[in-house]
């Protein structure tokens, strides 16, 4: 209220543009952007209450003072009383000070502390369970017993392979009467090549993973799965999180890098482009630079270091200058692309480059490309060197920076001795955008237009090797600047790369570099990152962290409801090698993820939200895992594990939403039409539909935690989607087929999508509706109930 009453404009006295002096500025002569952290809001920071004692006296009289030349608001009326009296009434609130990290429980020491005693010691199967009993029995409250194994072979395959179990799988299980049937399930599940997939969704959300740049243009990223496939692999054979981390910060750091570990660094790579041909290229690459360092604090150390970028950290230890030394670790980045082929690739591609190369240099050579091309290289590294003289070439100079990948370094000079890849993309591109002087001859044009359709066509004859988005370090990058208030282009002072100060220092003598920061990260002094990482473990496993706010764990985040679980099962993580694969099997091995999601009187107006986990949590499924449940049930799910991302069927009009008709998705053909859900091609600005309904995040930001909502346009989706259409008819044919009477073929229907048999009334409700509408009508009933989207 009090910004809106005590608005007036007035002109900066540093950079002259106007700006609102409102009661964060009422003393000040200069606009916020040029105050910077030290000055900003002209002392008055009610934020500190030193300062904010300081002025708020001040703060009155100016707005009770009787000179119009004083008073606040400045050439406005007068404060009314009432109005003047809120305003005393909100100064006198001071706030605490901010807490220091020693008084922030996630900044202390990691320490292992004992499993507590419990009285119900016979119902515990390890560690966790006493910690979780003990918080219960503290409460007078008792666990829920144990899932049926049904039940809980349907929720331990879910949650572990994203997938459900087939009959067979179930009537093993149910018949196996051993003592350590469960745990062989485990043990069978987590070596299963599909355990990478599904965890492998969950880190992609965090990456905040994409096949399109993004913005208006949105172009597609056709390698942006490369880094996808690493992601599977690497979890699926367990690579240690400590090496999971160093590796997608770092990779390229390493000595004698490979390719998979510079393929790693494509977790940097998620961010957007901005393709735009007026965007300041600074303020993009800016852009860029904090998001991935916003990416990186939230999904390691589940701070929202980002409320730092403009200011001073309002609640938490992280000050403005520590943002940038943070920021200066991906400053000194450059975007690159490498040959990261799969097995087989390199073998066809080396037998047919010598030809390939060839009679390209044929076709080049035929339409005067060179020579052509040599002319145009200095006029557009003219025009770049003397922008303002040739309007039509200036528009060319941004369209390059903004299309082409290394035009800046191009156009400076920096690409004498380019690469074969280098010279080849540029080639590629001067084909495409000739330029103002060559698109003025029409002959010419038509030249470069038979040109371009000779080098497509043989480019298709060659065989494909995959390529890799990828960060390495930039030679020529400059130092990196705190940014008064944010701002990409007002530059305060010069900052080193650097840690959060309130968190423990890196080793003294460590080379700042991304290399050391990773290092850093998953050292064993950071108290954060163990802790991070097994919360959300735990939230992917019951529903919610035992953080709830897994992004984060600052002042504002929620403290732990176990606070000593999560401690032990951090130090676990690391005493166990920082292994992934052994941590989840170590949670769903515990009888408190083994209990009952039924939902208990006693426990339900206490504890609605099940935070003492006096049961399991019933789950909707997240997106992908309801079409790839809806495609196996149906018998049409195509299991082949990584490769490309494809584009099913999808409802017409969605990809005309994109701009400019940007946006092409050529339906997938065959088997690819029903791969996995988290293959699907995400483009951002038109994401595939029944995905967003079913809340997959817009892959613009980190998502550490998706929301779960229940719409009837997802009733809708599951109805009259083209996908699940299809998926109920695959259904309805597997039940025809069988010479049976319709109460057994009910029975396997219902087997097929839920793992159990229906009861005496369900059996009875679809036996009347497949007589009276047939398969095709019962199937889709099945594929529509609640519990074929939940997990129990």
């Known amino acids: 209220m009090f910004g809106a009453a005590l608005a007036a404009t007035a002109a900066c006295g540093y950079c002259a543009v106007d700006y609102t002096r409102d009661v964060q500025s009422i003393f000040a002569s200069r606009c916020y952007a040029c105050h910077g952290p030290q000055t900003s809001l002209g002392g008055l920071r009610l934020d500190d209450p030193a300062r904010a004692a300081a002025v708020k006296d001040k703060l009155i009289a100016r707005v009770t003072s009787a000179d119009p030349k004083v008073r606040m608001p400045l050439g406005g009326a007068a404060l009314k009383a009432d109005q003047v009296a809120m305003l005393k009434a909100w100064v006198e609130q001071t706030p605490a000070a901010k807490p220091t990290a ?18 119900n010691a016979a119902w515990t199967r390890n560690p966790i369970d006493r910690f979780v009993l003990a918080r219960l029995e503290k409460e007078h409250l008792a666990p829920s017993p144990e899932a049926d194994r049904v039940t809980l072979i349907r929720r331990v395959t879910l949650d572990l392979t994203g997938l459900p179990p087939s009959l067979d799988e179930v009537a093993t299980f149910v018949a196996d009467k051993r003592p350590d049937a469960y745990e062989r399930l485990v043990d069978r599940l987590i070596a299963s090549p599909h355990y990478g997939e599904k965890w492998a969704r969950t880190w992609l959300d965090l990456a905040h993973y994409a096949d399109s740049d993004g913005y208006e243009k949105d172009l597609p990223r056709p390698w942006a799965w490369r880094y996808r496939q690493w992601v599977i692999e690497a979890l699926n054979r367990d690579m240690p999180f400590d090496e999971f981390t160093i590796e997608q910060l770092a990779g390229d750091l390493l000595p004698n890098a490979t390719v998979d570990q510079q393929v790693a660094t494509g977790f ?26 916003n990416t990186v604090s939230t999904v390691w150390l589940g701070l929202t270091a980002g409320c730092a970028q403009c200011h001073n950290h309002k609640f938490d230890p992280i000050p403005q200058k520590d943002y940038y030394r943070f920021f200066a670790f991906m400053n000194s980045t450059e975007e690159a692309e490498i040959e990261a082929p799969l097995a087989g690739q390199m073998e066809a591609y080396r037998a047919a480059k010598p030809e390939y190369d060839r009679k390209r240099a044929a076709i080049l050579a035929e339409f005067h490309i060179p020579e052509l091309q040599a002319k145009w290289e200095a006029r557009i590294t003219q025009a770049f060197q003397e922008q303002g003289k040739d309007l039509e070439w200036d528009f060319a100079v941004t369209e390059m920076r903004a299309a082409f990948d290394g035009a800046d370094k ?22 495409w955008h000739r330029g103002p002087d060559n698109d003025r001859d029409r002959a010419l044009v038509e030249q470069f237009m038979k040109a371009r359709q000779q080098l497509a066509d043989l480019k298709k004859t060659l065989p494909e090797i995959a390529l ?76 919610r962290g035992l953080v709830r706010t897994s992004e984060d764990f600052g002042t504002q985040g929620e403290k732990p409801s176990h606070p000593e679980l999560l401690d032990w099962l951090a130090s676990e993580f690391e005493a166990r090698g920082w292994s992934m694969k052994r941590m989840h099997k170590l949670i769903v091995m515990s009888a ?34 309801i079409r790839d449940e809806a495609l196996s049930v149906g018998g049409l799910l195509n299991p082949a594990i990584g490769g490309k991302s494809v584009r099913p069927p999808q409802p017409a009009g969605i990809a005309e939403l994109g701009y400019g008709d940007n946006v092409k998705w050529p339906e997938s053909k065959g088997p ?45 989706n599951l109805l009259n989607d083209p996908v699940f259409f299809e998926a109920a008819e695959g259904l309805a044919a597997r039940v025809d087929q069988l010479s049976k009477p319709v109460s057994s073929k009910i029975d396997y229907a219902f087997e097929l999508c839920l793992g159990r048999k229906p009861d005496d009334k369900e059996r009875a409700i679809l036996e009347k509706y497949y007589a009276q509408q047939g398969p095709l009508a019962a199937a889709r009933v099945m594929l529509n109930l609640d519990e074929f989207v939940t997990r129990e």
């Open 102 to 119: 020693r008084e922030i429980w996630s900044f202390q020491p990691l320490h292992r502390p004992a499993p507590p005693i419990v009285r």
């Open 268 to 293: 940097l790579r998620n961010t957007l482009t901005n393709r735009e041909a007026g965007v300041d290229r600074m303020e993009a690459r800016f852009e860029q630079i904090v998001n991935r360092t």
């Open 410 to 431: 191009f156009l400076k000079g920096y690409w004498t001795n380019r690469s074969e890849r280098q010279s080849d993309d540029l080639t590629d591109y001067f084909v």
């Open 468 to 543: 890799a988005p990828v960060i390495r370090t930039d030679p020529l990058s400059t130092p990196a600047n705190l940014h008064i208030g944010g701002d990409y282009q007002a530059l305060g002072e010069a900052v080193e790369p650097g840690t959060f100060t309130a968190l423990p220092p890196m080793p003294a003598g460590a080379k700042h570099d991304r290399l050391a920061l990773a290092r850093w990260i998953v050292s064993r002094d950071n108290p954060l990152t163990a802790r991070v990482a097994v919360n959300r473990m735990w939230q992917e496993l019951f529903g």
């Open 592 to 625: 408190a993820y083994r209990q009952s999601s039924k939902v208990r009187k006693e426990i339900e107006a206490r504890d609605p939200d099940n935070t003492l986990i006096a049961r399991q949590s019933r789950l909707r499924l997240p997106a992908e895992l």
């Open 672 to 716: 690819d039409r029903y791969r996995r859900g988290m293959y699907i091609f995400f483009q951002r600005t038109t994401p595939y539909p029944m995905l967003m309904n079913f809340d997959e995040p817009d892959s613009n930001t980190s998502c550490t935690r998706r929301r779960r909502s229940d719409t009837p346009l997802q009733s809708l």
